[in-house]
């Protein structure tokens, strides 16, 4: 079965940063979309960010200009980084795979990680 495996989270004040990454296990990231979603207590999953299988990127308002999102081909991995964390950015952050282009639907995302937590709190 295909996976992903999302780290990097943690505990982190307002204002700092964390980079998370995504692998995978049995398929190559660069052919797909990655989404980055967070998802926080009794809220709905959403995108935050997105690159596609060429390399455009797409990020939410609430962090346009704060997170960066990159691929390294060669370790297979995906990475968002996260600077001037918020603490409305408090939640869990998956990673999830998609043919080719970039969706902001959650149920268009064939392959999902566990999610890792993050929490931005002083």
């Known amino acids: 079965q295909l996976q992903l495996v999302e780290s990097g989270g943690g505990l982190v004040q307002p204002g700092g940063s964390l980079r998370l990454s995504c692998t995978a296990s049995?398929?190559?990231?660069?052919?797909?979309?990655i989404g980055w979603f967070h998802q926080a207590p009794g809220k709905e999953r959403e995108r935050v960010s997105c690159?596609?299988?060429?390399?455009?990127?797409y990020f939410a308002d609430a962090v346009k200009g704060r997170f960066t999102v990159s691929r390294d081909n060669a370790k297979n991995t995906v990475y968002l980084q996260m600077n001037s964390l918020k603490l409305e950015d408090t939640a869990v952050y998956y990673c999830a795979a998609r043919n080719i282009y970039c969706s902001e639907s959650v149920l268009s995302y064939d392959y999902w990680g566990q999610g890792t937590q993050v929490t931005v709190s002083s």
């Open positions: 049995r398929f190559t990231l660069d052919n797909y979309a």
């Open positions: 690159i596609s299988r060429s390399g455009s990127t």
